[in-house]
């Protein structure tokens, strides 16, 4: 019997061993390659990802980096945001979005997010913005994240920033894989950034990252960045940097998991539209707006306030994991409780902490086991 299907086996809540499994000998080999010719740092295989990238989410220029953080902070250090700086930043994601923005010195101004799509409020944005000048920061860029791995409202967003001439970076550390009319995740805004996080959608077996854009200076400004601001001669950099490069090893894995990535995007898509199918009568399943094309990187139902622990309890002890993302937004977390929230509060960002909770996601949930979860939460519900 598939050990997935055993009516009491505790699940996995993301299946890595499923899909090292469908790989099997060709993940070996890759890293064997990588073995036989020990160029661990900037190794070709880096390269190839790299191209590989592009032709898959069409951006001009993808910059292999040492993680999703790393991505962000070596954006903002090329396009030269520091003290006295503002970026608007949901507060309603990890914790790392606003956290790039404190490393290199500028302020994070924390934005209300939508009820619908859990992403960034464009009307909070146009807020934010007022509030960072009333405090006598200067708004230079968003931070725009695809929760769960939906894109958020690009045109509206994008229509607000350039109106006020702050630029639009994508967080995509959950989205990549994700389109927005007909566009993939990777040419939104200015300059996208994206983690290889293993329990990412398309995750490596460690750390990794990635920046995406279509400006030439920007991508030239990343590359330098991320090898401590090397320039044209060996051992003279011309700017301060840092190490943000990304493993050959983790390339080499990454190349043969970008092979099944489109596959492994559809089989997603119908595992999240088969759960909203056998839960949408009984609990507030996640929408995808017309358009938008998300890539599930976490499948998020809503519940009433206080219904939460209990329902995790009781799904626990059917061995059923869940997860919390995110039970206290960023604004409410210790570190960041000095910064400033835009004028008319957070109130969505608030409510939707105390309500969300995820279910287990991945390509190789079976129909069984997705019919086994899918008793147990309407199981749970009744109770
Ligand atoms: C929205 C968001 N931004 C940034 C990051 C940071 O990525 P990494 O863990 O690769 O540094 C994450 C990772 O969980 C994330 O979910």
Redesign the pocket.
């Known amino acids: 019997m598939n050990q997935q299907t055993r009516l009491d086996a505790p699940l996995p809540f993301i299946d890595v061993a499923a899909q090292r499994r469908r790989l099997g000998t060709r993940i070996d080999d890759a890293i064997a390659r990588v073995l036989g010719h020990c160029q661990f740092i900037n190794g070709p295989e880096v390269r190839e990802l790299e191209r590989d990238l592009s032709a898959f989410c069409g951006a001009k220029h993808s910059i292999g980096v040492s ?3 790393d991505a ?1 902070v070596l954006i903002l250090m090329a396009l030269g945001i520091g003290k006295g700086d503002a970026v608007l930043c949901p507060s309603f ?2 914790s ?2 606003a956290e790039s923005v404190v490393l290199v010195g500028a302020t994070p101004v924390f934005v209300d997010v939508l009820e619908a799509t859990f992403n960034l409020d464009p009307a909070s944005l146009a807020c934010g913005i007022e509030t960072a000048r009333r405090l006598g920061l200067k708004p230079k860029a968003v931070m725009v ?1 695809d929760l769960f791995g939906l894109p958020a409202d690009y045109e509206a967003i994008t229509r607000i920033a350039q109106q006020h001439g702050v630029k639009v970076i994508d ?1 995509a ?2 989205s990549f894989g994700a389109t927005y009319h007909n566009r993939k995740i990777g040419m939104m805004g200015d300059v996208t950034a994206t ?1 290889f ?1 293993p329990a990412k959608p398309l995750g490596g077996y460690g ?1 990794g ?1 990635a920046v995406f854009t279509d400006d030439d200076d920007l991508a030239a400004l990343v590359i330098s960045l991320r090898n401590h601001g090397a320039g044209t001669e060996v051992y003279d950099n011309v700017r301060i940097g840092m190490n943000g490069r990304l493993d050959t090893i983790q390339a080499a894995v990454l190349i043969e998991k970008l092979r099944i990535f489109a596959d492994e995007i559809a089989t997603r898509d119908r595992i999240a539209r088969r759960y909203n199918e056998l839960l949408g009568d009984v609990v507030t399943v996640p929408q995808v707006p017309s358009g938008f094309g998300s890539v599930w990187a976490q499948y998020t139902i809503r519940l009433a306030a206080g219904e939460r622990d209990l329902f995790a309890a009781t799904l626990r002890q059917q061995g059923i994991p869940t997860a919390q993302y995110y039970p206290k937004p960023t604004h409410k977390q210790t570190a960041y409780l000095d910064y400033p929230v835009a004028d008319g509060g957070l109130a969505v960002t608030e409510k939707l902490a105390g309500e969300v909770i995820s279910l287990p996601m991945h390509a190789y949930l079976d129909e069984a086991t997705q019919d086994r979860i899918a008793t147990a939460v309407r199981g749970a519900l009744r109770g």
Do not use: K, P
């Open positions: 993680s999703g953080t962000l994601t990890f790392a979005t994240v967080d550390a959950q983690s996080f750390d990252g």
